[in-house]
């Protein structure tokens, strides 16, 4: 393709970008089941194509990642076909050390970030820090069960926890799916008294926001505060954290959906990526 094309292309491109009946279109790279669901359904008026659909830049105006360790030969690339870059962190990168959080962001210095983990606030000179965005849903569904192990990176431990209940008195179940849609992932999670994940903090906040008692690692620490979460170190003290929960009483959501969930995410993003 002739750079002339290219360049007409770019123009036309971004007045399409600056008309508001416009779709904004995004290349975007998959993350998370949930967290993928959670940017598409807040965000109805941009387009989100999945980058295993099309490799083709040239009709987008932004390109995704969920990673902010990106190459700068990468970053270059992407811009190269005239288009700009969102870069999501999910994950803890607060232990990064001060050389390599200085060389970070001069590499991203001119690309958006959308930081949701907490932990990281600090590690970007220039981001949008905000919670997921969960939509306001009720618990539709009685608890009728005890325990729910989310395997969803399926280790191990996971299923060895698993055999071990079911040796007691607890009912259990297992599951290493967490698709669909938020409602029905949520209805799911909403039957059960306790959710065990060592994890995807993302399905945590969910399940705490379905009402359920949670147990997580103690590596969560900075992220969860509540009565409602129970965390273990050792193995040993698993079945002890379940009978515990099992006796609590049910998780009140109202104060947790103001602490997880972002009530303006949809205006905090729109107003991020397309200002200039």
Not at 22 to 38: C, E, F, R
Not at 132 to 138: I, K, M
Not at 172 to 199: A, F, H, K, N
Not at 222 to 229: A, R, T, V
Request: charged residues 20%; aromatic residues 10%; negative net charge.
């Amino acid at each position: 393709m002739l750079d002339t094309e290219w360049a007409t292309g770019n123009i036309f491109k971004k007045l399409r970008s600056q008309t508001k009946s416009s779709i904004v279109n995004i290349l975007y790279d998959q993350h998370q089941p949930i967290s993928d669901t959670l940017l598409k359904d807040a965000l109805p008026d941009f387009s989100f194509i999945d980058k295993n659909t099309s490799q083709s830049v040239f009709n987008f105006d932004f390109t995704t990642t969920n990673s902010v360790f990106m190459s700068m030969s990468d970053i270059h690339n992407i811009h190269n076909t005239y288009t700009n870059i969102i870069l999501f962190n999910h994950e803890d990168i607060s232990d990064i050390k001060k050389e390599d959080k200085a060389i970070l962001n001069n590499n991203l210095k001119n690309i958006k970030i959308i930081n949701f983990d907490s932990k990281s606030n600090n590690v970007f000179d220039k981001s949008l820090n905000i919670n997921y965005p969960f939509p306001n849903l009720s618990p539709k569904v009685d608890k009728i069960k005890d325990v729910l192990i989310l395997n969803t990176q399926k280790e191990s431990f996971n299923d060895n926890l698993y055999n071990n209940i079911k040796q007691t008195n607890i009912s259990v179940d297992i599951t290493q799916e967490m698709t669909g849609t938020i409602s029905s992932i949520y209805d799911q999670l909403c039957q059960y008294r306790v959710v065990i994940d060592i994890s995807n903090r993302i399905n945590q906040i969910l399940a705490l926001l379905a009402g359920c008692n949670v147990i997580c690692h103690k590596s969560t620490d900075g992220y969860f505060e509540s009565q409602y979460i129970i965390k273990f170190d050792s193995h040993t003290e698993i079945i002890d954290a379940i009978r515990y929960s099992l006796n609590k009483q049910q998780c009140d959501t109202n104060d947790l959906k103001k602490q997880y969930s972002s009530e303006n995410f949809s205006n905090d993003f729109k107003e991020y990526i397309l200002c200039k």
